[in-house]
């Protein structure tokens, strides 16, 4: 079984914080996982990586104000975002990195706005 199921998306204003959630299902949260984002018009983007070792990798848009985190126990995947910007406006999805599966999740829609 192949699944992904993200929540924790919101209103926010410019400068608040979310922090959303991934629960996968073993066959995709046993790989190195991402947090992506899709914008209006725009391609979807990896903005923070975790390998099954805990080292992380950032965008530069979001280095310093998003922290990933997993816990290998619940087979879930965090993304704790700060000092949330309107260009963070997006839909949020997680996945493998690299993608192991042709499957999204229904993402999570994260609205920085005042």
């Known amino acids: 079984q192949v699944q992904v199921v993200e929540s924790g998306g919101g209103l926010v204003q410019p400068g608040g914080s979310l922090r959303l959630s991934c629960v996968a299902s073993?066959?995709?949260?046993?790989?190195?996982m991402g947090w992506y984002r899709q914008a209006p018009g725009n391609q979807r983007e990896l903005v923070a990586r975790?390998?099954?070792?805990?080292?992380?990798n950032y965008a530069d848009s979001v280095k310093g104000r998003f922290t990933i985190s997993r816990d290998n126990a619940k087979n879930t995947v965090y993304l704790q975002m700060n000092s949330l910007k309107p260009e963070d406006t997006a839909v949020y999805y997680c996945?493998?990195?690299?993608?192991?599966?042709?499957?999204w999740g229904q993402g999570t829609q994260v609205t920085v706005s005042s």
């Open positions: 975790i390998t099954t070792t805990g080292s992380t």
């Open positions: 996945n493998a990195v690299p993608l192991a599966f042709d499957y």
């Open positions: 073993r066959s995709i949260f046993s790989r190195n």
